[in-house]
């Protein structure tokens, strides 16, 4: 099997450089595909406009999503990745600032996995993407291919 690939959506050079610096930090050796803005993200995931042309049946192991994102948000991503049979089941992290409960709230309604604030300080940054990368990339076991292709029905 390929390498584990993470996808980070994130419009802030500042929050993707902590994010890359906090990964590098803790040895994270897995490829991260940055997107600034939610139309990428989408154009990633369903190998069009800009990423056209690209393996769709290769998929990140999760996606760390910010949600007040240009083009598209975060939460409209969401709803995207959930209303596709090919990508119903990616595991989607919310990573973002927004202490907002209707955030919370619309992230947990349209399925996402798991929602988690950024810290504001670096190493208790650092700990909580450490503790995303071993649950979902080591810990976690994504739904079997019999699942994925529809077969579990």
Same mark, same amino acid.
């Not at 290769?58 to 007040?68: A, G, H, N, R, Y």
């Not at 919310?94 to 798991?114: F, G, K, P, R």
């Given at each position: 099997?390929?390498?584990?690939?993470?996808?980070?959506?994130?419009?802030?050079?500042?929050?993707?450089?902590?994010?890359?610096?906090?990964?590098?930090?803790? +040895?994270?050796?897995?490829?991260?595909?940055?997107?600034?803005?939610?139309?990428?993200?989408?154009?990633?995931? !369903?190998?069009?406009?800009?990423?056209?042309? +690209?393996?769709?049946?290769?998929?990140?192991?999760?996606?760390?999503?910010?949600?007040?994102?240009?083009?598209?948000?975060?939460?409209?991503?969401?709803?995207?990745?959930?209303?596709?049979?090919?990508?119903?089941?990616?595991?989607?992290?919310?990573?973002?600032?927004?202490?907002?409960?209707?955030?919370?709230?619309?992230?947990?309604?349209?399925?996402?996995?798991?929602?988690?604030?950024?810290?504001?300080? !670096?190493?208790? !940054?650092?700990?909580?993407?450490?503790?995303?990368?071993?649950?979902?990339?080591?810990?976690? +076991?994504?739904?079997?291919?019999?699942?994925?292709?529809?077969?579990?029905?």
């Amino acid at each position: 099997m390929s390498e584990k690939i993470i996808l980070l959506v994130e419009d802030d050079p500042d929050d993707e450089e902590l994010t890359l610096r906090a990964l590098r930090k803790r +040895r994270v050796s897995n490829e991260v595909v940055v997107v600034r803005d939610g139309q990428e993200a989408l154009d990633y995931l !369903f190998g069009t406009g800009s990423h056209a042309g +690209r393996d769709v049946n290769v998929q990140p192991e999760v996606v760390l999503l910010d949600i007040k994102l240009p083009k598209i948000n975060g939460i409209d991503v969401l709803k995207r990745i959930r209303s596709d049979e090919r990508t119903k089941l990616l595991p989607v992290v919310i990573l973002t600032s927004s202490a907002e409960e209707q955030d919370l709230c619309a992230a947990y309604v349209n399925h996402v996995n798991s929602y988690v604030r950024k810290p504001v300080d !670096f190493e208790k !940054f650092v700990e909580a993407v450490e503790q995303l990368q071993i649950y979902w990339l080591v810990l976690n +076991r994504p739904p079997p291919a019999c699942i994925v292709s529809g077969m579990g029905r």
